[in-house]
């Protein structure tokens, strides 16, 4: 299973960007879905989370500025970065609670990371 992230980039302060993150392999059902950032020096903090069924949740520094969707149809998850801030900045990475085909459990596998810098 590989979950791979993509969309980050460089912005200027009151941007927008979306990222994506696929997951692939021999997977069976995915349950909850993330994004978290991480800056140098810090603790990952959780940024948005999402069920399979659309329900949400967003970190407060986050709220009503981004938002998070999925197409279970594709296995991926979005997140939709509007009013960016200089404090956005950081690697966000994505990760899926999922079971693999065959399997017996629920595991969760993180991707790559993608870098996003707001510019003020």
């Known amino acids: 299973v590989q979950l791979e992230a993509s969309g980050g980039g460089l912005v200027q302060a009151g941007g927008s960007l979306r990222l994506s993150c696929a997951a692939s392999?021999?997977?069976?059902?995915?349950?909850?879905m993330a994004w978290y950032r991480q800056v140098p020096g810090k603790q990952r903090e959780l940024v948005a989370t999402i069920t399979r069924s659309g329900d949400t949740y967003y970190g407060d520094s986050v709220k009503g500025r981004f938002t998070i969707s999925r197409d279970n149809a594709k296995n991926t998850v979005y997140l939709q970065m509007n009013s960016l801030k200089p404090e956005d900045t950081a690697v966000y990475y994505c990760?899926?609670?999922?079971?693999?085909?065959?399997?017996?459990?629920?595991?969760?596998?993180w991707g790559q990371g993608t870098q996003v810098t707001v510019s003020s």
């Open positions: 392999g021999s997977i069976f059902s995915i349950n909850i």
């Open positions: 990760n899926a609670n999922l079971q693999e085909v065959g399997g017996t459990f629920y595991r969760t596998h």
